[in-house]
């Protein structure tokens, strides 16, 4: 079937005209995306924010688009299905196409947001032509196989309605018996092969859209339904392929194996069969010109409050923008979640005031339903000045990958988590009057909701979300609560052990490991085995707000950040170069590692039990006076007082001169 002549120009770009790209001359890097997890890229067509809307929308190809996050590891582990899906129906571009676009790129959080894509990978089909915005159809299918979801394509083809369709699809119904007869008769210098198969056979349809791009040949497809038609014909199994060739010869073509990749190979073999000069074309399996990303020295022994805040940014700015409102038990989630981490974050004043401000201002709410967007007014306050602000971007320290597809957020997560339940348990005091005080599960299961209500990878969420059924009521003490995290931290670690988002300079390993903490460690019978009492003490120091550097935490754009630029990444592991350990109960722990020449400023109130190891601040921070409050804070707060005084004294005056006046006025002294 010739492909459409239909002009399809759209915002991206790109236009088709007769199945043929027009080339795109914006830069790679402008189209595609810089963390793209599944580089290369090859067949899968990469969107972006300003790509996906004009690309799906009025196209005269229907589009697949997997929404997934470069983080997520079952995105991660996923990506050589969806590559290889996209170059199995590579022939199939001019009619669908396999497209991926990551919701994790901060350009996209928005575009991500308009779909409604809540988890990843998300899976949405657009239909060819859609006039209005839509946010697609989700797949639907029994499993995410190559095969399932190339099924499922043809079947969201042929759900197009008639006229909709597009237009270089090739007719994809079986043909009548009667029609069967005329293909025989056909002269159009063509060969004509029919598939003959049962109605559940998707090796016709298949066949046909493999041959969309080819001249010189029809394929149609055929059912079985009429066995002694199909004798008369000499066609003895199904499916089968019979061919007439354009000079009228006909017969069943001998085919080894009945497989959709014998046909279309042999019919694409044919002679004088070849490509169409215009048809669409393979999408440049190009490597992207990935920025080499600037590397943070770090040691492992340490928690960086860069980590941590740019965690909570991802979750307050973009995994929660993901919903447009929120209501209900998801309110409820957020609101309990937020109490948990303004009571117990171990950071910075001004982001503890900014969780302390949201957690007020959620517990006042006497709304059932709020929309997203006055979270994020409230996150987003520009009250920089009174000491209350969370970074808004990602940077990333000890959750630093070799890959910046690696790590990141889930790492930084984990890590909240586990200060979370050290700080229940270090500081009880901090959760009275959160109505979580008294209760060891309460922190596990403010995070069990929170991950299950509102974490992105589905796949993880439903796993911890089973290990929490398993075990987590067992836990009856503060103490059991850090150990249960820990557990089933390992357990995820064994887990993903080899898996594809393992980072191969980050290996999971059971944690700690013996260079961390030695005492962690015993053999018994030749066997390491845990001491239970030494990982429990290890883990309230390494999660403690003692053992967290600020290192790398100054303002976006601050002089630190200018002079980390251009720092290349180590070459080897930065295990290997510094070996960060854990050193109970009499050593001070390891030297952070700081960026040179930065002038530093020592908090003597963050020891560890056993050494002047500090918390180590940059000068350059803006100076507070604890409690978030800044020396400007103050000055204000004391000019106010001052002036609030005059005021009541001059209102004190002005009403004893009146109450006088009145006074003489309406009762005049006797005379
Ligand atoms: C709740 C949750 C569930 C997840 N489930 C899945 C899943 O099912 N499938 C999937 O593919 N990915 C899952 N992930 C992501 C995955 O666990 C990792 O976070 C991701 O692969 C990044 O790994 P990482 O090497 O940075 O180390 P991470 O496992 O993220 O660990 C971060 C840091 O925590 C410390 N740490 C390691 N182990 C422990 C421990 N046992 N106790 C305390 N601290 C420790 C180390 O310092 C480590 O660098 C999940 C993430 C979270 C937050």
Redesign the pocket.
């Known amino acids: 079937m010739p492909l459409s002549g239909h002009e399809e120009p759209n915002r991206t770009g790109e236009s088709w005209d007769l199945g043929r790209q027009r080339a795109d001359t914006r830069p790679l890097s402008s189209r595609t995306s810089r963390r793209c997890w599944c580089s290369p890229c090859d067949a899968v067509w990469v969107l972006d924010s300003g790509g996906v809307r004009g690309s799906t929308t009025n196209s005269s190809a229907a589009w697949l688009v997997q929404f997934y996050s470069s983080?997520?590891?079952?995105c991660?582990?996923y990506a050589p299905t969806w590559r290889a899906l996209a170059r199995d129906v590579r022939d199939w571009a001019a009619v669908i196409r396999v497209a991926a676009l990551d919701c994790a790129e901060e350009q996209n959080h928005e575009v991500c947001r308009a779909y409604d894509v809540h988890f990843y990978p998300t899976f949405r089909y657009f239909k060819a032509f859609t006039k209005e915005f839509t946010t697609g159809e989700n797949f639907k299918g029994t499993d995410r196989e190559l095969q399932t979801v190339r099924r499922s394509m043809i079947d969201f083809l042929q759900n197009h309605t008639e006229g909709a369709r597009p237009p270089a699809c090739p007719a994809l119904d079986p043909v009548l018996p009667s029609d069967v007869l005329s293909l025989f008769d056909s002269r159009d210098g063509r060969y004509s092969a029919i598939i003959f198969e049962n109605s559940s056979s998707y090796v016709g349809r298949e066949v046909i859209l493999d041959l969309t791009p080819y001249e010189n040949v029809l394929v149609r497809r055929a059912l079985d339904s009429d066995g002694a038609f199909l004798q008369k014909l000499g066609v003895s199994s199904r499916p089968s392929c019979y061919l007439v060739h354009p000079n009228g010869t006909r017969g069943p073509v001998d085919i080894p194996k009945p497989f959709r990749s014998f046909f279309s190979a042999y019919l694409k073999s044919l002679p004088g069969v070849k490509k169409k000069p215009l048809s669409a074309p393979e999408k440049p399996g190009r490597e992207e010109d990935v920025a080499s990303p600037v590397w943070r020295e770090f040691d492992?022994s340490r928690l960086y409050t860069a980590d941590l805040e740019s965690a909570l940014h991802y979750l307050l700015r973009v995994e929660l923008a993901s919903h447009k409102s929120l209501a209900g038990e998801e309110l409820k989630t957020l609101k309990d979640f937020i109490s948990l981490v303004a009571k117990l974050f171990p950071g910075r004043p001004p982001v503890r005031k900014l969780l302390e401000m949201l957690q007020e201002w959620l517990a006042s709410l006497p709304l059932d339903r709020i929309p997203y967007d006055a979270v994020l007014d409230l996150v987003n306050n520009k009250m920089r000045i009174s000491g209350i602000f969370l970074t808004n971007q990602v940077k990333w320290v000890?959750?630093q990958?070799s890959r910046p597809e690696?790590?990141?957020y889930?790492?930084a997560?984990?890590?909240l988590?586990?200060t979370l339940t050290v700080e229940a348990g270090a500081r009880p005091d901090a959760l009275v009057g959160t109505g979580f005080e008294g209760n060891p599960q309460a922190v596990l299961q403010t995070m069990r909701r929170y991950?299950h209500t509102f974490?992105g990878?589905r796949?993880?969420?439903e796993?911890?979300e089973a290990m929490a059924r398993e075990s987590l009521d067992a836990v009856k003490t503060s103490d059991q609560a850090v150990l249960w995290?820990?557990?089933k931290?390992?357990v995820?670690?064994s887990?993903?052990a080899g898996?594809l988002?393992?980072?191969p300079s980050?290996p999971?390993a059971?944690?700690?490991s013996p260079d961390l903490c030695a005492a962690c460690h015993e053999e018994v019978k030749g066997v390491d085995t845990w001491q239970e009492g030494q990982v429990l003490a290890f883990?309230k120091w390494?999660y403690s707000r003692a053992n967290v550097l600020d290192t790398y935490s100054s303002d976006p754009g601050g002089p630190q950040e200018e002079q980390e630029k251009g720092r290349p990444a180590p070459r080897e592991s930065w295990g290997s170069q510094h070996p960060g350990s854990f050193r109970p109960p009499d050593a001070p722990g390891p030297r952070p590692h700081l960026s040179e020449n930065l002038p530093r400023r020592v908090d003597v109130r963050a020891q560890s039990p056993h050494g002047v190891e500090a918390r180590v601040e940059p000068a350059a921070t803006v100076p507070t006076l604890g409690a978030g409050f800044s020396s400007l804070d103050m000055s204000l707060c004391v000019l106010l007082y001052v002036a609030s005084s005059l005021f009541l004294m001059v209102m004190y005056f002005f009403f004893r001169v009146r109450a006088r006046r009145w006074r003489v006025k309406h009762h005049p002294p006797a005379v």
Not at 71 to 74: L, V
């Open positions: 983080w997520c590891g079952h991660i582990g492992k000890g959750c990958g690696l790590r990141g889930p790492c997560l984990w890590k988590l586990h991950i974490f990878c796949e993880c969420a796993h911890f995290l820990w557990r931290h390992n995820v670690n887990r993903l898996h988002s393992e980072d980050f999971k059971p944690w700690p883990l390494h």
